[in-house]
């Protein structure tokens, strides 16, 4: 899969990628699509992104766009448009000129240390090819955390194809049984998480529905993926529906450094 990053300063590309996961643990992150089953000659969807309390309510900050991806039909790379940051959210358009399923997803891959130094706290944030020379020899009590997210959604114009939802063997990964443009009230879809291309058992996973502010109950459901990563999802109404789970601690790609992968996704459940 190719990337499509904006260039950014390294520091504020850094900051990015890595404070997204740390903000999911007290705030929500997501990307909301004007729409996800389009047809016509010249269709676009527009998309939300924003970090907030109440599912997809402009109300705390916006979502960076560094780490934007997006993954056509043909699996090339679709540059967005109009993007903007506001106060609140940020937006960009997205032409569909492909027939087929687009992959949409904010993805970011880091690094986190804390250690002392002649008796102080000292704190780094960067890359893994920087990491060699970033922390001195002498440092002690070292801690370093491999910090990895995907937050994503789905569009299609026309036919649902697959081509685009290919793994890329890369942190927590959805990998749909179930296409995610092909949900509908009063069925059950199957999807299979993922980590590092290789199934993710007993990984929880939280789903809830929008407009919960105008709810007395929030709708969620606590859901565990089975033994062979599938996780089996039961729509009772439709709508747009936010899905998290994340993954701490075990082995990392990177010598030496805690996991921590978070995978956001959104998904649009139409009426029977």
Request: hydrophobic share 40%.
């Amino acid at each position: 899969m190719k990337t499509l990053l904006r260039p950014l300063c390294a520091a504020a590309a850094l900051t990015a990628m890595l404070a997204a996961p740390m903000a999911a643990q007290a705030h929500r992150q997501w990307m909301l699509p004007s729409m996800t089953v389009l047809s016509g000659t010249d269709p676009w969807v527009t998309v939300d992104a924003a970090v907030s309390n109440d599912l997809f309510v402009f109300e705390h900050v916006p979502m960076r766009l560094d780490g934007l991806v997006i993954t056509g039909p043909d699996r090339a790379a679709v540059a967005p448009q109009n993007a903007a940051t506001g106060k609140y959210r940020s937006t960009f358009d997205i032409p569909l000129t492909t027939p087929g399923t687009y992959r949409i997803a904010s993805v970011g891959d880091g690094l986190m240390a804390s250690y002392k130094l002649n008796g102080e706290q000292k704190r780094w944030r960067g890359a893994a090819s920087e990491l060699a020379t970033a922390i001195p020899a002498e440092a002690t009590d070292v801690r370093i955390t491999h910090s990895q997210r995907r937050i994503e959604t789905f569009a299609t114009l026309g036919e649902p194809t697959t081509e685009a939802l290919t793994p890329t063997g890369q942190g927590l990964e959805l990998a749909p049984v179930t296409h995610p443009n092909d949900l509908f009230a009063g069925e059950t879809a199957q999807f299979r998480l993922l980590l590092d291309g290789q199934p993710a058992s007993g990984v929880e996973v939280t789903v809830i529905r929008g407009g919960g502010r105008y709810r007395d109950e929030p709708g969620e459901m606590k859901l565990t993926t089975a033994a062979n990563g599938l996780l089996e999802i039961s729509w009772d109404e439709p709508g747009m529906y936010w899905m998290e789970a994340e993954v701490r601690g075990g082995k990392s790609p990177i010598e030496g450094a805690e996991r921590m992968a978070v995978y956001v996704g959104t998904l649009e459940v139409l009426p029977e």
